[in-house]
């Protein structure tokens, strides 16, 4: 038996604010955008060379819904994009604007930095080390 995650659920304000932030400034591809009501879209984003698991993008659309944005994972972080090239998307990241809460560093799985999206959630951006695969 083979399966995968192929989407997480992540809450946004607004569908076009947030497909601008992760495809303008993390460099994520938009792999999907089907409108399925008036109010309604699924949308979905992913890195770069990744095929299988994406963001479904959701807008928020309750009170409740709107209180977790940028909290759905009680302040620890609560995504990790790995990279083959730590210090190549720390630079870009960094000269897009991303908001960075320490400075890089190395630890006994990889290089590593903790950084904020623009809705508040807090990403892990890491290259693991040589012995881990992507």
């Known amino acids: 038996m083979k399966q995968h995650i192929t989407a997480v659920t992540l809450l946004v304000p607004d569908y076009d604010e947030a497909i601008a932030y992760y495809v303008a400034k993390l460099g994520f591809r938009l792999a999907e955008d089907t409108v399925l009501s008036p ?24 009170p409740n819904q709107r209180q977790a944005i940028g909290n759905q994972s009680g302040g620890r972080v609560f995504l990790i994009l790995k990279t083959d090239d730590f ?12 908001e960075f809460l320490e400075d890089s560093r190395l630890e006994a799985y990889g290089k590593v930095a903790v950084f904020r999206d623009a809705f508040g959630n807090k990403w892990d951006l890491i290259e693991p080390l040589a012995k881990q695969a992507l």
């Open 87 to 98: 210090d190549r998307d720390f630079a870009r990241f960094k000269k897009a604007g991303i």
């Open 39 to 62: 109010t309604k879209r699924w949308v979905v984003v992913a890195p770069p060379g990744n095929g299988e698991t994406g963001l479904l993008l959701a807008q928020a659309d309750s």
